[in-house]
């Protein structure tokens, strides 16, 4: 067993510590490192790490709101982009399911109160009522963000793109396009969609790809596990998209 707070290490020496809120992705372009946090309202951190041994906070990028969070980050040029999804996303969408089973309380001849959908989801009493909150208050700004980091020290916002639903997980870009892994209106889950930022303020959607399926809007019906089946993320090869199924 080893003490809580000792380095566990082989063949690895810690150059240096930054006590920060905790991440999701860390992207290292150059002299820079690109910290997307998990908890809002903390959003990306832009760290100098010229000096390894010393890194230094150059800025950091707040968020409005505890709705969203920004855990992914990647930085292409003076560019920098970062996704927007709806914060403790799964646990809020279990709020989805409470006017169904309301009615079938109250159908088995059951009070449909917080106390008994409690029971039945296997929550706090507490928590139906801010799962009913989320739910009516609906979530509309997944997707993601480009910021102009030509100053590190002032980025800029270009432009939110919004796509839908649970917003933007993981993605990749290159110098052209935004290769992008969202849930969207229409579609059951993660689809791929790529975006052409040429102009990065004006991001465009030139193409999406989906599993068969997905696209419940045409009639398509899953035979797996809709809630828990996605395109998690592609990442580009060439002229080739590797993507994951979830």
């Not at 010229?50 to 292409?76: C, F, W, Y």
């Not at 797996?224 to 998209?241: E, K, P, Q, S, V």
């Amino acid at each position: 067993m080893t003490p809580m707070g000792k380095d566990i290490a082989e063949n690895i020496a810690r150059v240096s510590h930054l006590d920060l809120p905790g991440a999701g992705q860390v992207e290292v372009v150059g002299d820079y490192a690109y910290i997307g946090h998990m908890d809002p309202p903390h959003g990306t951190t832009i760290l100098d790490i010229s000096d390894l041994k010393n890194p230094k906070i150059v800025s950091q990028i707040m968020l409005e709101g505890e709705e969203s969070h920004t855990h992914k980050a990647r930085a292409v040029g003076d560019i920098l982009y970062t996704n927007v999804e709806q914060y403790n996303r799964h646990y809020m969408r279990r709020g989805d399911s409470i006017p169904a089973l309301r009615a079938e309380l109250e159908a088995s001849g059951k009070e449909p109160s917080d106390s008994n959908v409690a029971a039945s989801m296997n929550i706090r009493e507490s928590e139906v009522a801010v799962l009913d909150v989320a739910r009516e208050r609906g979530y509309h700004d997944g997707g993601f963000k480009v910021y102009d980091i030509k100053d590190k020290a002032e980025a800029k916002l270009l432009k939110h793109v919004r796509t839908g639903g649970f917003g933007t997980h993981r993605f990749d870009v290159d110098e052209n396009y935004a290769y992008i892994s969202t849930e969207m209106p229409g579609y059951q889950g993660n689809i791929l969609v790529i975006y052409d930022c040429a102009d990065p303020s004006d991001p465009q959607e030139v193409s999406h790809w989906w599993m068969p399926g997905q696209k419940i809007s045409a009639g398509e019906k899953p035979y797996w596990n809709a809630d828990h089946r996605r395109l998690h993320h592609g990442l580009r090869f060439g002229d080739r998209i590797w993507a994951a199924a979830w």
